[in-house]
Structures are given as C-alpha cells and as structure tokens.
C-alpha cells in the first residue's frame, strides 16, 4: 500500500489576525459582558478559528487584559483632547461637566466596556495593572488643573457621576452635577 499524501491547504497570511482578535475580545465584552465571554465568541467575532486564540494567548485571561489596555489606549487619547482647550478652572469645571454627561466622545459602549474592565479588576489582579495605569493617566490629566488629592476627588466623581447616569432611571440636570463640580474644585 502506497501512503496518499495529504493535501493541505495554504496557510493563510494573516498579519492582523492577533489583533482582529483583541478588537473582537473587546466587542465581545461589550455586548455580553466578561461573564458572557467566551473563546468561541471571540473567535467567531474575530472570524477566525478557534486555535487561533491558543497560538496568540496563553488563555482568555492573557486576551482580557491586553484587549482592555487595548480599550484604555484608544479612550485615553480622548479623554485628554477633552481638556486640551481649557485655560481655568471655570473650563474645567465645564468639561469634567461635559465629559459626564458625554460629550467627550466616549458612548455607552465605551462605558460598559470600562465598567466591565473595573468588575473583573476585582477578581483578577493582572487586569490592576490596566487599570490603575488607566487612572494615572487620566488624573495626570486632571492635575494639570487642580492639585493631586482634587484630581483624585474629580477622578471617582467622574467615574461614579457616569455610572449613575447610565445606571438610574432618574434624569439628571447637567445644572446640577456642574454644581456639584464646582463645589468640588471650590469654584
């Protein structure tokens, strides 16, 4: 008996595959949540075989955090473009204003994915390193116009106020929460 060789097909040229699948991970979290992610998800998103994932990732873990620092780099930008015009501390008070009532470019989305990053944080202390990096960058931001321990303040009432918003019912006043901002930063 002669053994017949086996055909194989080509092996496909995908240089953007590992990072298809990082966007899709992304996807995936924000329309089922981390919970709800799975690799077959992911590489049914991401329209690629499911191996693929095991040569890329040493597991799901190892492809959340680098999709969140993935998320994290794409939203820092825009959160600083936010404060590139403002001159004092009344503008800033007006975009932090803005930026939680969103109108910084960031859509719910955005937000759930962040929040979900911020859930998983809890459980998986690899995903603090995104995290507090993520922080840091936007209270360097912040520090720009008021002192660390404010920026700090504004920081988690930016966070909270957003969560809020999202999560209530309820209608919030953009009158209010700047109140409430100028209170803050003492303006």
């Known amino acids: 008996m002669t053994a017949v060789p086996v055909a194989r097909s080509p ?11 990082v966007d899709a991970a992304i996807d995936v979290v924000a329309e089922h ?11 049914a998103a991401a329209d690629v075989p ?10 799901v873990d190892d492809l959340l955090e680098q999709a969140f620092g993935r998320h994290a780099e794409r939203m820092s930008p825009l959160y600083e473009a ?3 015009e403002v001159r004092d501390l009344a ?3 007006d975009a932090v204003t803005d930026l939680i009532h969103g109108d910084a470019g960031a859509d719910p989305r955005d937000w759930a994915v962040a929040y979900e990053l911020y859930l998983a944080a809890l459980r998986n202390p690899a995903l603090r390193s995104v995290t507090e990096s993520w922080m840091r960058r936007s209270r360097a931001v ?6 660390p321990v404010t ?3 504004v920081d988690a009432l930016i966070e909270g106020m957003v969560m809020h918003l999202t999560l209530s019912t309820a209608t919030f006043d953009r009158a209010g ?3 409430i901002v100028g209170r803050l930063v003492g303006i």
């Open 177 to 179: 929460t700047r109140e």
């Open 50 to 59: 499911l191996g693929s994932l095991t040569y890329h990732f040493t597991g």
């Open 91 to 93: 503008g800033f008070a």
């Open 151 to 153: 920026a700090r303040g």
């Open 33 to 43: 949540g981390v919970a709800g992610t799975t690799s077959r998800r992911i590489a």
């Open 82 to 84: 936010h404060f590139h």
């Open 11 to 21: 092996r496909r040229y995908d240089p953007e595959r590992k990072s298809r699948i």
């Open 142 to 147: 912040l520090e720009r116009f008021v002192d």
